[in-house]
């Protein structure tokens, strides 16, 4: 973490980074419970959390496999999520959803567009990125949408959706991308892809910037958004209850 580098896709391109300064600062604006002191010592804290955890789980597989075969499983466990990711979504996307109009995605690695431009849907589809491409969190939504059904004049309309948001409740760069796009059926498209945070506090709040959007800027146009809305049911604590998004939907 502290001495071997990995090169990194950004917006600006490729970069070169230690692992210990890839890390950020976990912001009270986003996770209230945090105390000032937790805000300022959050990066020493996740060096220390993440310590921890791996002693942990390294204890505990020498403790349950001390022949070594838990590496064997780690190692295969890391093709399948991992390494074999992109790989293995390129494929289900091209065998499965080849036919359809518009693909909403979320929590994308930055090489997830490297894979896309080498595939059979690259001749079909196009891929439309976030301005900024996230390659530290690698969790972008993206959109991919048929040539056959959209006109090529694709415009990106995030930042417009992003100035819609209430006073004080801010994106994480890269989990929105909004596009106005007009289908070869002559009507217009308000079209959005969201990866809502881990407790669905930004769910409602991005849902009400894009009616908001739709009803002022765009009443032209119809609005379809796909999104990974973390709502629960049941919830627990400050969790978004799925209830309460149909309700408020």
Same mark, same amino acid.
């Given at each position: 973490?502290?001495?071997? @580098?990995?090169?990194?896709?950004?917006?600006?391109?490729?970069?070169?980074?230690? #692992?210990?300064?890839? $890390?950020? #600062?976990?912001?009270?604006?986003?996770?209230?419970?945090?105390?000032?002191?937790?805000?300022?010592?959050?990066?020493?804290?996740?060096?220390?959390?993440?310590?921890?955890?791996?002693? !942990?789980?390294?204890? $505990?597989?020498?403790?349950?496999? #001390?022949?070594?075969?838990?590496?064997?499983?780690?190692?295969?466990?890391?093709?399948?999520?991992?390494?074999?990711?992109?790989?293995?979504?390129?494929?289900?996307?091209?065998?499965?959803?080849?036919? !359809?109009?518009?693909?909403?995605?979320?929590?994308?690695?930055?090489?997830?567009?490297?894979?896309?431009?080498?595939?059979?849907? %690259?001749?079909?589809?196009?891929?439309?990125? #976030?301005?900024?491409?996230?390659?530290?969190?690698?969790?972008?939504?993206? $959109?991919?949408?048929?040539?056959?059904?959209?006109?090529?004049?694709?415009?990106?309309?995030?930042? !417009?959706?992003?100035?819609?948001?209430?006073?004080?409740?801010?994106?994480?760069?890269?989990?929105?991308?909004? !596009?106005?796009?007009?289908?070869?059926?002559?009507? /217009?498209?308000?079209?959005?892809?969201?990866?809502?945070?881990?407790?669905?506090?930004?769910?409602?709040?991005?849902?009400? %910037? $894009?009616? /908001?959007?739709?009803?002022?800027?765009?009443?032209?146009?119809?609005?379809?958004?796909?999104?990974?809305?973390? /709502?629960?049911? @049941?919830?627990?604590?400050?969790?978004?209850?799925?209830?309460?998004?149909?309700?408020?939907?």
């Amino acid at each position: 973490m502290f001495c071997q @580098p990995l090169a990194v896709r950004s917006h600006q391109g490729i970069s070169v980074r230690l #692992p210990c300064h890839m $890390l950020e #600062p976990i912001p009270r604006s986003k996770y209230p419970a945090l105390s000032e002191k937790e805000e300022r010592l959050a990066i020493p804290l996740q060096i220390l959390c993440q310590a921890i955890f791996d002693a !942990v789980l390294v204890h $505990l597989m020498h403790h349950c496999s #001390p022949d070594g075969t838990w590496q064997v499983v780690k190692s295969q466990i890391g093709d399948h999520l991992y390494r074999c990711k992109a790989q293995r979504t390129m494929e289900i996307l091209e065998t499965k959803y080849s036919t !359809v109009d518009v693909v909403f995605l979320q929590e994308v690695a930055s090489n997830f567009c490297d894979f896309f431009q080498r595939s059979a849907l %690259a001749q079909s589809f196009t891929c439309v990125l #976030p301005r900024s491409m996230d390659g530290k969190r690698d969790q972008n939504s993206l $959109l991919l949408l048929s040539t056959q059904f959209f006109e090529p004049q694709i415009q990106d309309v995030t930042s !417009v959706i992003e100035e819609s948001m209430e006073d004080g409740v801010r994106l994480v760069s890269s989990d929105l991308v909004a !596009v106005l796009a007009k289908g070869r059926d002559q009507r /217009s498209y308000l079209l959005a892809s969201f990866h809502g945070d881990t407790a669905g506090r930004m769910t409602l709040p991005l849902l009400r %910037a $894009l009616v /908001s959007a739709a009803a002022q800027r765009y009443p032209r146009h119809i609005l379809i958004v796909g999104m990974d809305a973390n /709502s629960y049911d @049941p919830a627990k604590d400050e969790q978004l209850p799925f209830t309460r998004l149909i309700e408020a939907w």
